[in-house]
Structure formats: structure tokens, C-alpha cells
């Protein structure tokens, strides 16, 4: 018997990319609400309790609405807003995360999805202080560049109705106010004692990103070298089949790539993982001066959203992991 999935906001950017990777899934049954009853309380109270999970793609206070409206208890439920991140009882969507941590996402009845920015910082950070090579006290700071497509409808109808751009319109930085939704998650799986400082940008093409921490490794305890970082990145997630660490070699031939005609070259390609659930790490360094540079190229809308609900959901039913998704 197929388990009963409703995704609670469907139309939006999110529920439409789920919908997309469950859509040929015979394991499954996606329901939805009767356009007509739409806006009616009770039909979606209805609908929230009748399967055996909601994924609720919805603004924050809409999803906090949807959880008070559950009172089955055998219903599971993942959040890809930010509304219970860092919430208690709720465990964090990042199977990858920490040995044993996609045994309690299976376990769980209410897990969080990370969101893109987070997941790349993430994966980045929270192995390195781990393994002690960071220091929950150091002072870290995060940047790239993320596709139009992460900012939801508003932003895309103006990105892609807009009149043609300028070129100062080609990079857009945001979160100018220190204080974006997704750093809370980024102190509390990392293991860091204060926030990065933050500051993401928006590119003038609709999907894919690159998320990318510097580190000086000469302001860290025992001044780790570049291969230390990379050992400890390809430690963490060997075996995993939706992130790979660049090794050596491949980081070489990319840092040493020389620029064409145009004076530049394109080194690392923002929507290289885009319509996949991949999720790329990267470590450029100079030990003569004691510098890194860590970069994560992943889909924000794949990896860093409707890929990662995808893989929750078939942990969270005891399916194949990757059943409905594109490795890298």
C-alpha cells in the first residue's frame, strides 16, 4: 500500500519540486486539497490528519498554523521553512550530518529542513569543528552567490518580468541587516559559540549556488594545514552518495585553470549540480599564508530545499534513500 503524502503548498516554488521528484513514485500516493476548498480550515485539518506525512511548504507562521492544526499522532511531518529550525523536538533534516544522525531522522516525527544557505555552511563548518581543527570560538564569516529562484515568487516574477537589467543588477547582495533567518541553525549544528557573519548575494540567473567560507588557518590553535581541512571534509562524508569532497588533484587543476581570451575563467560553475540532490565540497588553500578558502556548490532548490525534503521523506518511511533522486 502506498503511503499518502500531502504537501501543504503545493504551488509554491518548493511543493512544486517535490511534487516534480515524487511524481513518477509508485510508493507513494500525493494527495491534495479540492481547489474549492481550498481556503477552507477544516478540508486542509482534514487532509493534515488523514496522511502518513505533511510536508509543509509554507511561510513561517503558515507552517507553525498547519503543525497546531495536527492531532494525529501518527502523522509525520517535514518543515522546509525556518519556522522550527532550531525548535525543540524537532530534529534537523541533514542526514549527513553527524554518525547517527539519519538514524534519528528516521526515528523522528517531526524533522526541520535545512535551508540552502545553512546546508553548505554546514557541511563545511560543522566537520572541521568536530575534528577540532575549528574552534567553537573562532570567528568565521560565510558568502556566495545563490540563484533568483531561492527568493521565492516575488523574486523571480522580478528577475524574469523585469526590463533588462544593469550590470549593477547582475549581483545583488542581501541580508544587509546581519541578522538572515538561517544563522540560528548555523551556530546550533555546527557547534560554533557566535554567529558568522553573513552576507549572501543573488545572481541574475534563476538556480544553483556557491557558498563559500574563509578561513585563516594561522589565527587557528596548531595552524592545521589545507590537507588537514580536506582529510577531515573526506572522512566525514565518505560513502555518501550525495556529497563529494574535491580531492587534491581535482582542486589543483582547478586552481591553477588559466583565463582565457576574456581575461577570466569560469573555475566553479554556481548550477553545476542543478536538477540533482548533489552537493560538491571544495578546499583552496596557500600554506605560505596560512589561508583557505571552502566552497559548496549545490541547487538551492535541490540539496538546499526540495531534494533534501525528498531524501527526509524516504528515511522518515524506511525507503531507499535515494528513490526519486539525481546523485551528482
Not at 480550515?41 to 495536527?70: F, H, K, Q, T, Y
Not at 563559500?212 to 562524508?237: F, K, Q
Not at 536538477?275 to 583552496?284: A, C, D, E, K, S
Request: with cysteine.
Amino acid at each position: 500500500m502506498a503511503h499518502r503524502i500531502f504537501i501543504d503548498g503545493e504551488a509554491g516554488t518548493t511543493g512544486l519540486q517535490i511534487r516534480q521528484r515524487l511524481a513518477d513514485r509508485r510508493d507513494l500516493e500525493v494527495v491534495s486539497i479540492d481547489p474549492a476548498r481550498r481556503k477552507d480550515a477544516a478540508a486542509r485539518a482534514e487532509l493534515l490528519n488523514s496522511v502518513d506525512v505533511a510536508i509543509l511548504c509554507l511561510p513561517d507562521e503558515g507552517a507553525r498554523e498547519a503543525v497546531a492544526m495536527i492531532e494525529n499522532p501518527d502523522v509525520r511531518v517535514i518543515d522546509p521553512s525556518t519556522a522550527h529550525r532550531t525548535a525543540p523536538g524537532w530534529v534537523f533534516g541533514f542526514p549527513e550530518l553527524a554518525p547517527g544522525h539519519r538514524q534519528a531522522i528516521a526515528a523522528s516525527k517531526r524533522v526541520t529542513n535545512p535551508g540552502c544557505w545553512s546546508t553548505g555552511f554546514i557541511a563545511l563548518v560543522a566537520p572541521l569543528v568536530r575534528a577540532g581543527l575549528i574552534p567553537p570560538e573562532a570567528a568565521l564569516s560565510v558568502h556566495g552567490v545563490s540563484g533568483y529562484s531561492g527568493g521565492g515568487k516575488g523574486l523571480i516574477e522580478e528577475f524574469e518580468q523585469a526590463p533588462p537589467p544593469s550590470s549593477a543588477d547582475a549581483f545583488r547582495p542581501y541580508g544587509l541587516t546581519l541578522a538572515h533567518k538561517h544563522l540560528p541553525e548555523m551556530v546550533a549544528c555546527t557547534g560554533l559559540a557566535h554567529p558568522p557573519i553573513f552576507s549572501p548575494a543573488v545572481g541574475r540567473y534563476a538556480q544553483g549556488m556557491i557558498v563559500e567560507v574563509p578561513v585563516a588557518l594561522w589565527a587557528l590553535p596548531g595552524r592545521p594545514a589545507v590537507a588537514d581541512l580536506r582529510a577531515a571534509l573526506s572522512e566525514a562524508y565518505a560513502g555518501e552518495a550525495f556529497i563529494q569532497v574535491a580531492t587534491d588533484l581535482e582542486t589543483s587543476q582547478l586552481s591553477q585553470a588559466r583565463a582565457g581570451a576574456s581575461g577570466y575563467v569560469q573555475a566553479l560553475d554556481p548550477e553545476a549540480l542543478n536538477g540533482t540532490n548533489g552537493l560538491r565540497l571544495h578546499v583552496f588553500g596557500d600554506e605560505t599564508k596560512g589561508q583557505a578558502r571552502l566552497l559548496a556548490v549545490l541547487d538551492n532548490l535541490g540539496k538546499g530545499a526540495s531534494g533534501a525534503a525528498v531524501q527526509n521523506l524516504n528515511l522518515m518511511l524506511g525507503l531507499d534513500e535515494d528513490a526519486g533522486l539525481s546523485r551528482p
